[in-house]
C-alpha cells in the first residue's frame, strides 16, 4: 500500500524556536496533504489543508503565520512551527492524497511526529 | 458542522471475546464512513469503509454497517485477538466538509490472552 513517512518522529525544542516537520509520500504522488494534531488521549483535529503548489487552507482557529505550511513538490509538505511555546507541545500527523483534486480518494497517514516545547 | 462520537474507552477484552464499539455521526447530505486503527508506534491505517446506506465495510473479522436511520457505524468482531489491541477512530467524509476527514474521540483497545 502507499506509504507516508514523517521527520523527526520526535523532536525536543526550546520555547522561542522553530521547528520544521516533514511529511513525504514515498510511492505516489500526493496531490493533497493535511496537517492534523493529536492531543493526548483526543481526536485528531484537521489543521490545514494543502494541495500541491498552492497556499494552504487553515481551518478555523488556527494561526497561519505560526504553523506555516508548504507543499512544494507531489511528495513533501512541511510544517513549521514558528516560535513555540510549551502549549505547541502534541503530536503532529501529517496524511496524503493522490489523484484529482476535489475528488475524495483515501487519504493515507504518517507515523506522526511528537513535538515537546521546553 | 459534521461530528462523530465515539463510546468512550478504555476497552478492555479477553481474547475470543465480542467486540462492540460504537460510532455515531451527525452530518448533512451523504457521508462517507470509515474505521481507522492505529497500532502502537505506527501511522492511522484505514480498516474498513461504506460509501451509502446500508452498505456494510469488513475487513480482517471486523464489520460496520452504515445506518442512516440511526446514523450509526458501530464496529464488530466476533473474536478479537491480542493483535487487535490498538486504538479505533471513526470517522466520516462528505457531509459539509467534502474530501476531509472528521474524526471521533478514538477507543483504545486492549485484549488480553
Known amino acids: 500500500g502507499a506509504v507516508v513517512s514523517q521527520h523527526p518522529s520526535r523532536v525536543i525544542c526550546k520555547s522561542g524556536t522553530s521547528v520544521k516537520i516533514e511529511c513525504r509520500s514515498l510511492?505516489?504522488?500526493?496531490?493533497?496533504m493535511f496537517w492534523y494534531r493529536q492531543f493526548p488521549k483526543q481526536s485528531l483535529m484537521l489543521m490545514a489543508t494543502s494541495n500541491e503548489g498552492s497556499k494552504a487552507t487553515y481551518e478555523q482557529g488556527v494561526e497561519k503565520d505560526k504553523f506555516l505550511i508548504n507543499h512544494a513538490s507531489l511528495t513533501l509538505s512541511t510544517l513549521t512551527v514558528t516560535s513555540a511555546h510549551p502549549e505547541d507541545s502534541s503530536f503532529y500527523i501529517c496524511?496524503?492524497?493522490?489523484?484529482?483534486?476535489?475528488?475524495?480518494?483515501?487519504?493515507?497517514f504518517g507515523p506522526g511526529t511528537r513535538l515537546t516545547v521546553t | 458542522g459534521d461530528s462523530v462520537t465515539q463510546m468512550e474507552g478504555p476497552v478492555t477484552l479477553s481474547e475470543e471475546a465480542f467486540l462492540t464499539i460504537n460510532c455515531t455521526y451527525t452530518?448533512?447530505?451523504?457521508?462517507?464512513l470509515f474505521w481507522y486503527v492505529q497500532y502502537p508506534g505506527e501511522g492511522l491505517q484505514l480498516l474498513l469503509k461504506a460509501t451509502k446506506a446500508d452498505d456494510k465495510g469488513s475487513n480482517k473479522g471486523f464489520e460496520a454497517t452504515y445506518r442512516k436511520e440511526t446514523t450509526s457505524f458501530h464496529l464488530e468482531k466476533g473474536s478479537v485477538q491480542v493483535s487487535d489491541s490498538a486504538v479505533y477512530f471513526c470517522a466520516l467524509s462528505g457531509g459539509t466538509s467534502y474530501g476531509k476527514l472528521t474524526f471521533g474521540q478514538g477507543t483504545i483497545l486492549t485484549v488480553h490472552p
Open positions: 510511492d505516489f504522488q500526493a496531490t493533497t
Open positions: 452530518a448533512t447530505g451523504y457521508p462517507s
Open positions: 496524511s496524503a492524497r493522490g489523484g484529482e483534486r476535489g475528488i475524495s480518494y483515501e487519504q493515507y
